[in-house]
């Protein structure tokens, strides 16, 4: 007994040394060569009044990502990343559909050795434009993305191709990049040509007020041609029941600004902080609307510019709670229609689109979250809707840190 | 005219020709690298006493500065690991990315304390390489300040002699002050203290002190009162004599317990400018030794 007693003492304290060991000059083991990995996992639950497939007025030509009624699985996010080898890093994060099946959500390399302040990325990566545009969605501060990024990005400009950022050997932050890539997010009609679909510029400023305060300022172009972009369920004139499908080509020139500021007392984060935000896009569509594809197949020239803005608070208040109130607004404009189609193409809404949003969160630890969000959604002409989303996000696994 | 060019071409060499455009993490090696380096670098210190250093933002001012720094000086042990990998690789600079000569980890140079034997969030924020807050034991200056001032002389060899000259002032300087001071805290020997967060494992192994509770229930969350009220419990078996907390930390936690069980609630400085009188790196040893003696009371 006493010696049985012995022996396995003896194989605990071994076994404790070799974690020890292990630990300690994790270094040399085989499996620190494995890259970062981690999982995040999301799941609200929403209550809507109205349908969510219906699109915001104005906005039926463009994409409506909308929302998810009832208890939900979230896109669970599983990411990589490591350096592949003294040139190179490599990330990936891969989207895990609740209904089954996996999307690349990004799929990157990106140079850590080109110096003199150059940064080249390339493979599937979210567009640099904007503030929100790169961040993940276990990053946002709402449920849900601003109005103008849902219908003007589809939520999020995802693109494949090449982006180069060069940060200027300033005293201030001054960044400019460019992007060439294949078109393949909303506007780009990713098509399968020669040469790039879609090119994005971006230049970001930014600074310290102080210890307490920063900010960063930025501005975005974006073109692109779309071609055979087409879009169901379209209202008309006529007041076709269910809508019409158009068809459209042409160019789309999207211009933006970006504006954020954050403040804590003394530069301490941990305790409580202020972060104020707020963009603005403008998209000029330029080109040949074609109206109802199934039925009278009508073509003229259409030409159109929607912008639209919001601005945002984030206030955390003590260490854990935060709270936020977003204000959306948008602008379908008022478009230009070709002679033909005047009678069939409502050309202006005179509807601006917008809701109003609080959100309250507490996150137990730095590695997960919990959210109420209320809404006030005006971004359907007389079909004013409140929303109450419940959400979780968790992460698993490495944590890696988060872009300003 | 001619002189006034010339003056102007002088002084615009002048300022872009000066050493070493050096980032440091955290004031401590900050402090540090001005003792070693005195006028040969241009120090910038992206964190203040008062900031959390595990929870700073990824500013762009500290992209644009880490661009142009030939040499970063950080604690390492994951300590920055929230935000210092987005600013270095934001900042396109090769020089400092981790693994290149321009690139300093403090705790490289010493010995780790809490070395994890397990590693499990379940734990908490707990930290593979071992408890990062290394600059609460003076004596861990001494390995830093040697590794340091080999990386500045690598990195500048023309001034090989005065890196060489200034560490030597440094070292007998910093022998004579630990000598001194722990003489002077030799009374805070096998004294027991409960801390606020896990953030004095050094300075406790240097000067004796004896944690006998924490008031975050795990690294890095914040104390619930339920907790609180537990450790209220664990002093009235295992009496301490004062509470520990840095001074960017929230004091309120300190305050509770320091009023409940009756004892000192102390602020130290933690790092070079945690208080008036922490102002360089001589300072903030005596100073928090003076808090320590003074809890005592």
Redo the contacts between chains.
């Keep these: 007994m006493f010696k049985r007693f012995c022996s396995s003492t003896a194989i605990a304290v071994l076994l404790i040394h070799s974690i020890q060991a292990s630990a300690a000059d994790s270094g040399n083991a085989e499996n620190a060569f494995n890259p970062a990995f981690s999982l995040i996992l999301s799941g609200s639950y929403g209550n809507l009044q109205r349908d969510p497939a219906i699109p915001a007025t104005g906005f039926a030509m463009n994409p409506n990502p909308g929302h998810e009624q009832g208890f939900n699985l979230g896109e669970s996010e599983m990411g990589i990343s490591a350096n592949i080898d003294p040139q190179f890093r490599g990330a990936a994060t891969l989207a895990l559909d609740p209904a089954g099946g996996i999307s690349v959500e990004n799929a990157f390399v990106q140079t850590t050795s080109l110096g003199d302040g150059l940064n080249l990325k390339f493979g599937r990566f979210f567009s640099g434009l904007g503030y929100l545009n790169e961040q993940h969605a276990h990053a946002w501060d709402f449920t849900d993305q601003p109005l103008v990024y849902a219908v003007l990005w589809e939520n999020q400009l995802g693109e494949d191709g090449v982006q180069l950022k060069w940060l200027a050997p300033t005293e201030m932050f001054v960044e400019i990049g460019a992007e060439a890539g294949k078109g393949r997010g909303f506007p780009g009609s990713d098509r399968s040509k020669n040469g790039s679909g879609a090119s994005v510029l971006f230049a970001h400023i930014g600074d310290d007020i102080g210890i307490e305060q920063s900010w960063r300022a930025g501005a975005s172009l974006h073109r692109t041609r779309r071609v055979d972009a087409v879009s169901d369920a379209v209202p008309d004139l006529p007041g076709t029941v269910g809508g019409v499908s158009n068809s459209f080509s042409g160019d789309s020139q999207t211009v933006g600004m970006d504006l954020v500021w954050k403040y804590a007392a003394n530069g301490n984060f941990r305790n409580s902080y202020l972060k104020l935000q707020a963009e603005y896009f403008r998209r000029k569509e330029n080109g040949d609307l074609t109206y109802d594809t199934a039925g009278t197949n009508v073509t003229d020239t259409y030409s159109v510019t929607q912008s639209g803005w919001y601005v945002q608070g984030v206030y955390q208040f003590m260490p854990r709670w935060r709270s936020g109130l977003r204000y959306d607004r948008l602008d379908p404009g008022k478009a230009a229609v070709g002679a033909l189609n005047a009678g069939n193409v409502i050309a202006d809404h005179a509807y601006n689109p917008s809701r109003i949003t609080w959100m309250l969160d507490y996150s137990p630890s730095e590695f997960s979250r919990f959210r109420l969000q209320l809404a006030h959604d005006n971004s359907r002409q007389g079909l004013a809707d409140n929303q109450i989303f419940v959400q979780y996000i968790m992460s698993l696994g490495a944590h890696g840190a988060h872009q300003y | 005219m001619k002189k006034i060019l010339y003056i102007i071409f002088l002084l615009l060499f002048s300022t872009t020709a000066h050493a070493l455009n050096i980032f440091t993490c955290e004031p401590e090696w900050a402090a540090l690298t001005q003792q070693l380096a005195g006028d040969k670098a241009d120090i910038y210190t992206a ?2 006493a ?3 250093p ?8 500290l ?2 500065k880490a ?2 720094a030939d040499l970063v000086v950080c604690t390492g042990a994951e300590l920055e ?6 600013v270095l ?7 400092v ?1 981790p ?1 290149s000569n321009g690139y300093f980890e403090a705790a490289s140079a010493v010995r ?1 304390l809490e ?5 499990d ?1 379940g734990d ?2 707990v930290h ?3 408890n990062p807050h290394i600059q609460t034991d003076a004596r861990n200056f001494l390995p830093v300040a040697a590794a340091l001032s080999q990386r500045l002389m690598q990195l500048d060899p023309a001034n090989k002699a005065a890196y060489q000259q200034k560490l030597t002032v440094f070292e007998q300087q910093w022998r004579a002050a630990l000598a001194k001071w722990e003489k002077q805290a030799a009374p805070l020997r096998g004294v027991a203290v409960v801390v606020q967060h896990k953030g004095f494992p050094y300075l406790s192994n240097w000067l004796g002190l004896r944690e006998v509770a924490t008031l975050e229930p795990k690294p ?3 104390p619930s009162a339920a907790w609180l009220s537990q450790v209220q419990d664990t002093l009235r078996q295992h009496p301490a004599k004062m509470v520990l907390r840095a001074a ?1 930390q ?1 004091e309120r936690p300190s305050q509770w317990i320091a009023q409940r069980a009756r004892i000192a609630a102390v602020e130290l400085p933690y790092t070079v400018g945690g208080n008036d009188d922490a102002k360089d790196l001589f300072g903030l040893f005596e100073d928090t030794i003076a808090r320590l003696l003074k809890g005592l009371q």
């Design positions: 964190t203040t008062l900031q959390d595990h929870r700073i933002e990824a500013r762009p001012s992209i644009a661009r142009r690991m929230a935000w210092l990998p987005v690789r934001e900042s396109g600079n090769s020089r990315q693994g780790m070395v994890p034997t397990r590693l969030r908490g924020d593979a390489m071992g890095g969350l914040e960017y929230d």
